[in-house]
C-alpha cells in the first residue's frame, strides 16, 4: 500500500531541531513533499542556519525516520540552505518589532543564576543613560518582574485589541505577573504558552524604543525558540554563577543561540563573590574565575562580575533595581558600565 503525505508529515514529526524539543514540521522547515508512484518519497526542507550540522543532523535523521514508514522504497531529503539575515533567528519568518531598534535576550542554561536581576538593573540602567526602553518578563511560569518594579497594575487594551504595557520608572513593562494574583500559578499548556509570549511580544503597543529587554525563562525550551521564531534578537547575554554546575548549562545555553543564529553578545557572571561587611574580606563562595573561563571558551566578552549584594537584593524585594537608586553602590556602577557597553556595540 501506498505511503501517504499525512503519513510522510507524522515520521517528520518525530525528528527534532537540534537543541530543541520542537521538531521540523512545527518549526516550519518542510516545504513540499512528492510520492512517486514507484515508493520513492521526496522531500523540500528549507533551513536557515551558518552551522553545517544542523541540516546534517536534520537529513540523516529524517531520511531514517522516512525509510521507516511501510510502502517506502526510497526516501530523499533536500535541503534548500539559506544564509540567515543579520539578527535574525532560525526561523525566516523571524522579523523586526515595528518601531525597536534592538532587541536583547537576557537568557541562562539553568535556573536560580539570578537572571531577572541581571536583566532588570540592565533595563534600568539602560534607560538612565537616556536610551529608549522596555522589558518583557518571557518567563510565563516564574514571572518576576512585576514585583521587582513594585508594580500590581493591570494592563488595559487598545481599541485595536493591542495591550498598553506597564510604565515604571519611565520604562516600558510587560509580565505575566501583571496578570495574575501573587499565589495564582499560571497552569498553561505548551500550545498556551507559546500563544501568550507571541502576544507579550508582537501584540503590545511597545512604540519607539531603543531597546526591548527579554527576560528568558532557564533552559533552552519552547518558549526559546517561540522567541526566536517570532523576532529577530541583535544577539543574547549569558548570565551564570562561577561554579561548573551552573557553567556547564551556560554552554547548552550558548549553543543554542549558536544553532538559532543569534549572536552571543557576551556573558555576565553573577554572584561572582561575597565582600563581608564587617571585615571587608572577599569570599568566593561559589569558586572564581569561572565566568572568565567560559567567555574565553565561548569567545565572546565576560561583560560583568556581580557580587552577591544584600543591598541588590533588597532593592529588587523592594520594587526599585539598585541601578535606578540615585546613590550609586559599586554594583550600580558596575551595571551602568555593562549598559555603556551594550550601548556602543548596539548604538
Known amino acids: 500500500m501506498a505511503v501517504t503525505e499525512e503519513e510522510v508529515t507524522q515520521a517528520l514529526m518525530s525528528v527534532r531541531y537540534p537543541g530543541f524539543s520542537r521538531d521540523i514540521v512545527s518549526f516550519g522547515l518542510v516545504k513540499s513533499i512528492h510520492i512517486s508512484g514507484d515508493e520513492e518519497v521526496r522531500v523540500q526542507l528549507a533551513i536557515a542556519t551558518n552551522d553545517p550540522s544542523v541540516p546534517a543532523t536534520i537529513k540523516r535523521e529524517a531520511e531514517t525516520a522516512l525509510s521507516g514508514l511501510g510502502g517506502v522504497r526510497s526516501a530523499k531529503v533536500l535541503i534548500d540552505i539559506q544564509a540567515p539575515p543579520a539578527g535574525a533567528g532560525a526561523n525566516v519568518g523571524a522579523t523586526r518589532l515595528p518601531g525597536v531598534k534592538h532587541v536583547i535576550g537576557i537568557a541562562s542554561g539553568k535556573g536560580g543564576v539570578g537572571k531577572s536581576t541581571i536583566a532588570a538593573n540592565l533595563a534600568v540602567a539602560l534607560q538612565r543613560s537616556g536610551a529608549r526602553v522596555g522589558l518583557c518578563d ?52 505548551g500550545p498556551m504558552v507559546t500563544r501568550y509570549t507571541q502576544q507579550f511580544l508582537r501584540q503590545v503597543e511597545w512604540g519607539e524604543l531603543d531597546y526591548l529587554v527579554l527576560d528568558f525563562p532557564p533552559g533552552t525550551g519552547d518558549i526559546q525558540l517561540t522567541i526566536v521564531q517570532t523576532v529577530a534578537l541583535a544577539g543574547a547575554i549569558i548570565v551564570t554563577t562561577p561554579q561548573e554546575v551552573a557553567l556547564i548549562d551556560a554552554r547548552k545555553a550558548a549553543t543554542m543561540f549558536e544553532k538559532v543564529n543569534v549572536p ?84
Request: proline share 7%; with cysteine; charged share 25%.
Open 138 to 189: 518571557c518567563d510565563i511560569y516564574g514571572p518576576s518582574i512585576a514585583l521587582m518594579f513594585g508594580s500590581r497594575e493591570r494592563p488595559m487594551a487598545t481599541e485595536e485589541n493591542k495591550i498598553i504595557p506597564i510604565e515604571q520608572y519611565d520604562l516600558k513593562l510587560m509580565s505575566m505577573g501583571f496578570l495574575l494574583d501573587d499565589t495564582s500559578p499560571a497552569i498553561l499548556r
Open 264 to 347: 552571543v553578545l557576551g556573558l555576565i557572571e553573577n554572584m561572582s563573590y561575597f565582600v563581608c561587611p564587617g571585615d571587608g574580606h572577599r569570599y568566593d563562595i561559589f569558586g572564581s574565575g569561572g565566568g572568565e573561563r567560559e567567555a574565553k571558551r565561548l569567545r565572546v566578552p565576560l561583560l560583568g562580575q556581580i557580587p552577591i549584594d544584600i543591598a541588590t537584593r533588597e532593592a529588587g524585594d523592594r520594587g526599585m533595581p539598585i541601578a535606578g537608586e540615585e546613590k550609586q553602590s559599586p554594583v550600580a556602577a558596575e551595571f551602568v558600565r555593562m549598559a555603556a557597553h551594550l550601548r556602543e556595540s548596539l548604538p
